[in-house]
């Protein structure tokens, strides 16, 4: 969808600038994380889908290893509250997690991740809507 699209990239701009100032990690203009589609809801938890994309040629990133997702409300305001989030097995190069928010609302969700051929860690955040 491309307002979901717009929302990441805005994201992504921001993390960018936030990292800035730490040249240990990968350049965030080289890898960018978005949102496969809408999260899909069901017994009060959420699976957020994810593609890891290399910026130079947009391609997915099907095999990086995400060994780091944290979330928080931190886009509501709410930076303290975080929730559980469950790394799925990913599938077709998306990359799965279950989420069990505390309230609905925007979460940001933090990713680390190990990419081949790759040094350095790559981090993003995305802004995403979940329901309770
Ligand atoms: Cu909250």
């Known amino acids: 969808m491309i307002s979901t699209r717009i929302l990441a990239g805005t994201v992504v701009l921001a993390c960018g600038l936030a990292f800035t100032a730490v040249q240990a990690q990968a350049k965030d203009t080289d890898y960018r994380f978005e949102l ?15 593609r890891l994309l290399h910026v130079a040629d947009g391609k997915p990133v099907p095999d990086a290893v995400i060994f780091e997702s944290k979330t928080d ?28 928010p505390g309230m609905a609302g925007t979460w940001a969700l933090h990713l680390a991740a190990k990419v081949q051929g790759e040094p350095d860690t790559v981090r993003g955040t995305l802004n995403v809507d979940l329901v309770k």
């Open 36 to 50: 496969a589609g809408k999260p899909q809801s069901s017994a009060g938890k959420d699976i957020v889908q994810v």
């Open 73 to 100: 409300m931190g886009p509501a305001g709410m930076d303290t509250m975080t929730a559980p989030v469950k790394a799925l097995p990913a599938k077709g190069g998306v990359y799965r997690f279950e989420v069990d």
